[in-house]
């Protein structure tokens, strides 16, 4: 499976400027490439509290609609992170766009520092099936703890897909979290972060990344902007769970009721606190 890794420098608040990139990238893409990714709210950038409602949009929105015609014209699947308006409350969140619409959403569920204020979290973890792989998404902070990742695992998944904005100095920190929830979860995982400068000083810290299921990382992008391809051998999903599955033998299990839907999409509620 070729997947390719769209690392770029965003503008905050700047949704045409970003929309263009990715639309550009998407373009770019090689005929064989099946899956292109992007970083965290690359859409809109990363509002503050002030100008989140005027930038976030529904996901029936002009700019996502944009996304899934270009998805559709290319016959290609593309992950990305937006602001979604939904009836006034807002969300970081990322979608799994196919060429017949938005497969997947999800919504941020561990907001970092300077999401308090700005969004909401999420209320659930969600996986489909895309090109015979059962696929989840996280978001950044999200992979800074384990049972984001294990949520996703009990819902079947096999390859994980984070949108990242991280920062220096905590680019080696996600470096090592990918590789644990790749490997503690025997699933493959893709991340894309952003680089170069952000709002307020923020210098972003690269570094996308691809880690199969052993917890082999098999590409890690520098500091700069660029359009990695990558291969994902799907036979190292069989040899990671051939010996032993962590979810058979694990003793405890994430609470949370589980809905399973009849278009194939699974989701974990997450229990009220």
Same mark, same amino acid.
């Given at each position: 499976m070729k997947v390719?890794?769209?690392?770029? +420098? !965003?503008?905050?608040?700047?949704?045409?400027?970003?929309?263009?990139?990715?639309?550009?990238?998407?373009?770019?893409?090689? +005929?064989?490439?099946?899956?292109?990714?992007?970083?965290?709210?690359?859409?809109? !950038?990363?509002?503050? +509290?002030?100008?989140?409602?005027? #930038? +976030?949009?529904?996901?029936?929105?002009?700019?996502?609609?944009?996304?899934?015609?270009?998805?559709?014209?290319?016959?290609?699947?593309? #992950?990305? !992170?937006?602001?979604?308006?939904?009836?006034?409350?807002?969300?970081?969140?990322?979608?799994?766009?196919?060429?017949? !619409?938005?497969?997947?959403?999800?919504?941020?569920?561990?907001?970092?520092?300077?999401?308090?204020?700005?969004?909401?979290?999420?209320?659930?973890?969600?996986?489909v099936m895309w090109n015979g792989l059962r696929v989840g998404l996280l978001i950044c902070y999200d992979i800074e703890f384990p049972e984001t990742a294990r949520a996703l695992a009990q819902l079947g998944a096999e390859l994980l897909l984070v949108t990242n904005g991280n920062m220096d100095p905590y680019g080696p920190t996600h470096r090592t979290a990918i590789m644990a929830r790749a490997q503690e979860n025997q699933a493959f995982a893709l991340m894309v972060n952003r680089v170069e400068a952000g709002d307020g000083g923020l210098l972003f810290a690269g570094g996308s990344a691809l880690v199969d299921p052993l917890g082999t990382q098999v590409f890690e992008a520098g500091r700069e902007e660029g359009q990695f391809a990558v291969e994902l051998d799907l036979s190292r999903l069989t040899a990671a769970r051939q010996d032993y599955r962590y979810l058979d033998d694990q003793r405890l299990k994430l609470p949370g009721e589980m809905v399973e839907h009849a278009n194939g999409l699974r989701e974990l509620l997450i229990p009220a606190r």
């Open positions: 390719e890794l769209a690392q770029l +420098a !965003g503008r905050d608040n700047d949704t045409a400027y970003n929309l263009e990139r990715a639309l550009a990238a998407i373009n770019a893409c090689s +005929a064989d490439t099946q899956l292109i990714m992007f970083p965290e709210s690359h859409l809109m !950038g990363f509002p503050s +509290a002030e100008s989140v409602a005027d #930038v +976030a949009e529904p996901l029936d929105g002009p700019t996502v609609g944009a996304i899934v015609a270009a998805a559709r014209e290319r016959n290609i699947a593309v #992950v990305i !992170g937006t602001a979604e308006n939904d009836n006034g409350r807002f969300f970081n969140t990322t979608l799994l766009i196919t060429p017949e !619409g938005i497969a997947l959403k999800y919504r941020k569920t561990h907001l970092w520092a300077s999401d308090r204020g700005v969004y909401e979290a999420g209320d659930r973890y969600a996986t």
